[in-house]
């Protein structure tokens, strides 16, 4: 064996007496935990929220260590696509102004909520799922699937959950596109039924107005849509229900706020306690 490797015989034998260095033992270990978290997280995570997930369980080691442990494993996170959105504001609603002006940092729940509507492609046609999202935590407060773009089956079931979810008691800015679903009456009306809230639209063609809720549907299609086929509209109701509730708002980590959903929500409650 010496031979064919062309390795010395005394080589061998001093590698064979040589004991694991403690550096080795650690990397061995930390890369099964890395997996483990890699694998937990559907392969969405990358480094960084490989770490603050290993920080959460104790396990400390810097992003770059994390980084390289991952690349020698091939752990290669799944990437977003671009895609377009599509915001049907031909109509002859009245709009409001841009009162939230991009101030997406929200340190209390309850205080902005951001809106919007995609399509999701089925083998029976288009699926359309419109969420609402605290700016505080990045929960989806509110959602609907529907098989139509009417205001009844979009935002006015969405607005219907949120409120059921987490009731209005103070001041709220609700923002979102100018989309007809937003500015008709029966849903303008649907908000004016609460007098502490507070109706915002992004600037006409500027998606970075409701980036949030543009970024959520990019994580939605990355890690969810994307990586299936959906034959039917129920198949593709049950998979983003599941990623909805199971995964994004209970176990991703989320990090422009640095915390798991899980916590989030907790610390949510608290708040809302404290109110």
């Known amino acids: ?3 064919v490797l062309d390795v010395s015989r005394s080589a061998y034998y001093n590698w064979k007496k040589t004991k694991p260095r403690k550096w080795d033992i650690e990397n061995h270990i930390l890369k099964k935990q890395i997996r483990d978290v890699f694998h937990g997280s559907r392969k969405t995570y990358g480094s960084p929220r490989v770490a603050i997930e290993l920080e959460r369980q104790g396990i400390k080691a810097s992003r770059p260590r994390i980084a390289r442990l991952m690349k020698k494993q091939n752990l290669v996170s799944i990437r977003a696509k671009k895609f377009k ?4 504001s031909r109509h002859k609603y009245p709009i409001v102004e841009n009162k939230l002006n991009r101030r997406f940092a929200v340190n209390e729940p309850g205080r ?3 809106s919007d509507i995609t399509y999701i492609r089925t083998g029976q046609g288009w699926l359309y799922l419109t969420v609402i999202l605290d700016l505080a935590d990045r929960q989806v407060v509110g959602w609907a699937m529907s098989n139509t773009l009417y205001a009844r089956e979009t935002t006015m079931a969405a607005w219907r959950m949120a409120v059921k979810r987490r009731p209005i008691t103070r001041e709220l800015i609700f923002h979102s596109d100018r989309g007809i679903q937003y500015a008709c009456t029966d849903f303008k009306n649907m908000l004016d039924a609460h007098p502490c ?7 006409k063609g500027d998606c970075w107005d409701n980036a949030v809720a543009e970024s959520f549907f990019n994580t939605l299609k990355t890690e969810c ?4 086929k959906y034959r039917t509209r129920q198949q593709a109701r049950i998979s983003i229900f599941e990623f909805i509730e199971t995964w994004y708002n209970q176990n991703r980590i989320h ?3 640095n915390k798991s959903a899980t916590e989030n929500i907790t610390i949510t409650n608290q708040k809302q306690i404290a109110a």
């Open 1 to 3: 064996m010496c031979r």
């Open 225 to 228: 849509v994307y990586q299936n």
């Open 197 to 203: 809230v507070i109706r915002s639209m992004s600037r």
């Open 112 to 114: 902005v909520w951001v």
């Open 255 to 257: 990090t422009t706020v």
């Open 85 to 88: 959105t599509t915001t049907d």
